[in-house]
């Protein structure tokens, strides 16, 4: 539930450089000053200039604007080709209409994906996103709970199992017995299975590893995307899409926190970093949250974050943390929809 991945939007079949979503409207004046001058941040050149030195959150924001630009533009061209082989004038019409429309689309959404990730940078501040991703910096996952205090508010216990309910699905949180070895550093498999009308929908296998401070870091996950097609066997669901996966240290792809081990209000911090894949984000906003789910509550003791993508812009869930339990429950603000623990079992260190 609580590492579920936000999938990327990515747009389909648009663009050209006309109308360009970067606008001075959604960029510092300086840093717009900046783009002009040097003729975008991905260059990495204004270090040289003292009005840029160090933005180097939003050029990366830039630099991901750029390559979603290239992809709509791509995208549309290949529409357009298939286009002009629609034998129909109407339907070549049609096909035309649907192709500018939804290069439209792509560069709109590119728009708003490139000011989110500004909005980012405004939270976790303009340094290199460098995480300090050592093995000496983590705890042997075997000793989680039996010699290592576990996090409060994601025990990394084996056995552990958390089931959800909400939005007609059911969510299983399993820590397994299972490792994976990722960049030198030992990281614990937990599986979260999510289910529709009894089907498998999603089957993800995340990779947390819990630093020396108690922090738990998200290493990484194979995300497994299933849909059951009019005629198939309920029983067989067929992979249709991995989007979301990564792991760190491959196509420079790096770690992130998931869950804070003393949080405080203010909090801001990347829970993933995959360039166009997986950016989650995000930030303590109460330590003194109440909340009520059918296995358990807190009162004025909950932790609150606002978690959120760039990749989803407007997308939005505030989640609850109760202490010794972990995750109780995930609130959309816009609907109320609400995904809630029904069943916590703990497991054996």
């Given at each position: 539930m609580f590492k579920r991945n936000a999938r990327p939007l990515k747009p389909e079949n648009s663009t050209s450089h006309?109308?360009?979503?970067?606008?001075?409207?959604?960029l510092p004046t300086v840093l717009l000053a900046g783009a002009l001058a040097f003729g975008g941040f991905a260059q990495d050149a204004f270090s040289g200039n003292p009005a840029l030195a160090g933005n180097f959150c939003s050029a990366t924001a830039d630099a991901a604007f750029t390559a979603?630009?290239?992809e709509v533009e791509d995208d549309f061209w290949i529409a357009k080709g298939n286009c002009i082989n629609v034998a129909k004038t109407g339907a070549r019409n049609q096909c035309n209409k649907a192709a500018d429309a939804e290069r439209e689309e792509g560069l709109e959404l590119c728009g708003e994906q490139f000011q989110a990730r500004l909005d980012v940078c405004g939270l976790v501040g303009e340094g290199r996103y460098a995480p300090n991703f050592k093995p000496a910096n983590f705890v042997d996952p075997a000793e989680i709970g039996d010699t290592v205090a576990t996090n409060?508010?994601?025990p990394l216990v084996v056995g552990n199992t958390w089931v959800y309910e909400g939005g007609g699905e059911t969510v299983t949180v399993v820590v397994t017995s299972k490792t994976k070895l990722i960049a030198g550093v030992t990281c614990r498999v937990v599986n979260d299975l999510v289910e529709e009308d009894g089907a498998a929908i999603e089957d993800t296998d995340d990779w947390y590893a819990q630093h020396l401070n108690g922090d738990v870091w998200y290493c990484g996950e194979i995300a497994r995307d299933f849909e059951t097609f009019e005629g198939d066997d309920p029983e067989e669901p067929e992979l249709v899409s991995i989007d979301g996966s990564f792991k760190a240290g491959r196509d420079r792809a790096k770690p992130g926190i998931l869950v804070l081990a003393s949080p405080e209000v203010g909090d801001a911090y990347r829970q993933e970093f995959a360039l166009g894949e997986?950016?989650?984000v995000a930030e303590v906003i109460s330590t003194t949250g109440t909340a009520s789910v059918p296995f358990t509550s807190c009162v004025g003791d909950c932790v609150v974050t606002?978690?959120?993508?760039?990749?989803?812009p407007g997308a939005l869930e505030n989640k609850y943390y109760a202490a010794g339990v972990g995750p109780i429950l995930e609130v959309d603000p816009e609907t109320g929809e609400r995904l809630e623990l029904i069943d916590f079992t703990p497991g054996t260190p």
């Amino acid at each position: 539930m609580f590492k579920r991945n936000a999938r990327p939007l990515k747009p389909e079949n648009s663009t050209s450089h006309q109308g360009s979503a970067r606008t001075a409207s959604w960029l510092p004046t300086v840093l717009l000053a900046g783009a002009l001058a040097f003729g975008g941040f991905a260059q990495d050149a204004f270090s040289g200039n003292p009005a840029l030195a160090g933005n180097f959150c939003s050029a990366t924001a830039d630099a991901a604007f750029t390559a979603c630009e290239a992809e709509v533009e791509d995208d549309f061209w290949i529409a357009k080709g298939n286009c002009i082989n629609v034998a129909k004038t109407g339907a070549r019409n049609q096909c035309n209409k649907a192709a500018d429309a939804e290069r439209e689309e792509g560069l709109e959404l590119c728009g708003e994906q490139f000011q989110a990730r500004l909005d980012v940078c405004g939270l976790v501040g303009e340094g290199r996103y460098a995480p300090n991703f050592k093995p000496a910096n983590f705890v042997d996952p075997a000793e989680i709970g039996d010699t290592v205090a576990t996090n409060p508010f994601f025990p990394l216990v084996v056995g552990n199992t958390w089931v959800y309910e909400g939005g007609g699905e059911t969510v299983t949180v399993v820590v397994t017995s299972k490792t994976k070895l990722i960049a030198g550093v030992t990281c614990r498999v937990v599986n979260d299975l999510v289910e529709e009308d009894g089907a498998a929908i999603e089957d993800t296998d995340d990779w947390y590893a819990q630093h020396l401070n108690g922090d738990v870091w998200y290493c990484g996950e194979i995300a497994r995307d299933f849909e059951t097609f009019e005629g198939d066997d309920p029983e067989e669901p067929e992979l249709v899409s991995i989007d979301g996966s990564f792991k760190a240290g491959r196509d420079r792809a790096k770690p992130g926190i998931l869950v804070l081990a003393s949080p405080e209000v203010g909090d801001a911090y990347r829970q993933e970093f995959a360039l166009g894949e997986a950016e989650d984000v995000a930030e303590v906003i109460s330590t003194t949250g109440t909340a009520s789910v059918p296995f358990t509550s807190c009162v004025g003791d909950c932790v609150v974050t606002r978690d959120f993508t760039p990749l989803e812009p407007g997308a939005l869930e505030n989640k609850y943390y109760a202490a010794g339990v972990g995750p109780i429950l995930e609130v959309d603000p816009e609907t109320g929809e609400r995904l809630e623990l029904i069943d916590f079992t703990p497991g054996t260190p």
